[in-house]
């Protein structure tokens, strides 16, 4: 038997006007698009990795914490505004379906932001391959971080935690 995969859709980015650096991950999971915030899943280690870095934790309310980091200076978005895909994981994007959001908008409509960290490898190839061609010439500075994860279960959270802390770093946090 043949399994349908949904057509899934990402949200609108966390930011303010005056964010500096921007976060972006490749697609929300299933637990994130069912409770319509990023990074949902109780195991994903971005909220108490922002709760640790900037105050966003995870036992706060979620417009709260979407307060804190955008106070921070962080935006928050997905490299896919839509794609296909059956289960949570990345490896699980079906590469033709996929619609990349629109950075050029984005970035017009925040300029200070300088800095943009890759949540995981797949949100940085997915950038590359299919938003950076399209992107006019850029100042913009780019680095990947160790994927919040659980999928990624390699990385002690520790681990994770000293990798990003290049974030709050950069916020001037």
Same mark, same amino acid.
């Given at each position: 038997?043949? =399994?349908h995969k949904?057509?899934?859709?990402? &949200?609108?980015p966390?930011a303010?006007?005056?964010?500096? @650096?921007?976060i972006? $991950? +490749?697609m929300? $999971?299933k637990a994130?698009?069912?409770a319509?915030?990023?990074y949902?899943?109780?195991?994903?280690a &971005?909220?108490?990795?922002m709760?640790?870095? &900037? $105050?966003?934790d995870?036992?706060m309310?979620?417009a709260?914490?979407v307060r804190?980091?955008?106070h921070?200076?962080v935006a /928050?978005?997905? /490299?896919?505004a +839509?794609?296909?895909? $059956?289960s949570s994981?990345d490896?699980?994007?079906?590469?033709n379906?996929?619609?990349?959001?629109?950075?050029?908008s984005? &970035?017009r409509?925040h300029p =200070?932001?300088?800095?943009?960290f890759f949540?995981g490898v797949?949100?940085e190839?997915s950038?590359r =391959?299919? /938003?950076?061609?399209?992107?006019a010439a850029?100042? @913009?500075?780019f680095?990947?971080l160790?994927?919040? +994860?659980?999928?990624?279960?390699?990385?002690?959270h520790a681990?994770k935690l000293?990798?990003?802390?290049?974030?709050?770093?950069?916020?001037g946090?």
């Open positions: 038997m043949i =399994r949904p057509h899934i859709h990402s &949200f609108a966390i303010a006007p005056d964010a500096t @650096l921007l972006l $991950g +490749s929300p $999971g994130s698009l069912l319509n915030q990023y949902a899943h109780p195991r994903n &971005f909220w108490p990795i709760g640790e870095l &900037f $105050g966003a995870p036992a309310p979620y709260r914490r804190v980091l955008e921070a200076g /928050v978005w997905d /490299v896919l +839509s794609c296909t895909r $059956g994981l490896s699980d994007i079906d590469e379906s996929i619609v990349p959001n629109d950075f050029a984005f &970035f409509a =200070r932001i300088e800095r943009v949540n797949k949100a190839a950038f =391959r299919h /938003v950076l061609p399209r992107l850029t100042t @913009l500075r680095e990947r160790p994927s919040t +994860s659980p999928a990624n279960a390699s990385w002690s681990r000293r990798a990003w802390r290049i974030v709050a770093a950069n916020a946090v």
